[in-house]
């Protein structure tokens, strides 16, 4: 069974850098066709993606994103790590960690382990 799990800073002030890890256990980060995300959801809206890394390292960030935004994975703890620099308060929300199956770009089973979420505040 895969799991994943959140860890960092509920809270961390605007202009700083938000940082969280996700922890895998049960499968591998490295393991061929595998993605993992990361995924937000702001109080009262709905889904944003993030970005993710690839089971071989290489990553993909939304556009809107992309100037802040850095994924990394430590294949030594099976770990993959969000950092967003220059935060705001819109960036407030429920940050998750996912992994998505993947052979290419038009063969996608989608994502099919989630973790819990976790609230990061962008307030002083």
């Known amino acids: 069974q895969v799991q994943l799990q959140e860890s960092g800073p509920g809270l961390v002030k605007p202009s700083q850098t938000l940082s969280l890890t996700c922890t895998v256990s049960?499968?591998?980060?490295?393991?061929?066709?595998?993605?993992w995300n990361w995924i937000r959801q702001p109080p009262g809206k709905g889904l944003e993606w993030i970005g993710y890394i690839s089971y071989s390292g290489s990553t993909y960030y939304s556009p809107s994103l992309k100037s802040r935004t850095s994924i990394s994975g430590d294949t030594s703890k099976n770990q993959f790590t969000l950092e967003l620099t220059s935060v705001t308060p819109e960036d407030t929300a429920v940050y998750y960690c996912?992994?998505?199956?993947?052979?290419?770009?038009?063969?996608?089973?989608?994502?099919?382990?989630w973790g819990k979420g976790t609230l990061v505040t962008v307030s002083s």
């Open positions: 049960g499968g591998s980060i490295t393991t061929n066709y595998y993605y």
């Open positions: 996912t992994r998505e199956k993947k052979f290419s770009d038009y063969d996608d089973v989608g994502m099919d382990y």
